[in-house]
């Protein structure tokens, strides 16, 4: 499986490689959402935040409850400047899929990034209800962090 391949590629950061095995996937099957999210990952990864965004969309246009391509997106126009786009989607993907925790979590830290506390309580509050502790917070800073890591260790 090209896709897999690409996957694998990726994380042992021969990023060449890993988009060949991706378009290749797409070649065959350009509805493939996997590899149009998988490249995206890859770009972002590259710093090529516009050409990311624009696949996660293409992965949105083939699966418009593609949760992670929601996600991605919203972070992707968020560290673009992008703030009315990116809370639009982070809004978007909560209410069609309230129980992603990520969703969440996402919205909660962009409002807490741009000084708007209320609102990102507001969100707190909701992952309160839905039984998310303080410890599954911590255990998801350490996994951003970790994920921000590799990126910078990457470049």
Known sequence: DPVELGRQLLQQGK?????????KALSVDSMNKEAWFNLGLLYYSGKRMQEA????????????????????LS??????????EAEKVMKDLIASNPEYADGYFNIAN?????????????????????????????ERG??????????????
Request: net charge positive; charged share 30%; aromatic share 10%.
């Open 110 to 138: 962009f409002y807490a990034r741009n000084g708007r506390e209320k609102e990102a309580l507001q969100y707190i509050n909701e992952l309160k209800k839905k039984g998310i502790t303080k410890s599954h917070f911590l």
């Open 53 to 72: 965004e624009k696949l996660w969309m293409r992965s949105l246009q083939i699966d418009s409850t593609y949760t992670d391509a929601y996600n991605n």
């Open 75 to 84: 972070i992707c126009l968020a560290q673009q400047g992008k703030n009315e």
């Open 142 to 155: 350490i996994k951003l962090s970790r994920e921000l890591e590799k990126i910078f260790d990457q470049q």
């Open 15 to 23: 990023g060449a490689e890993a988009e060949q095995a991706f378009l």
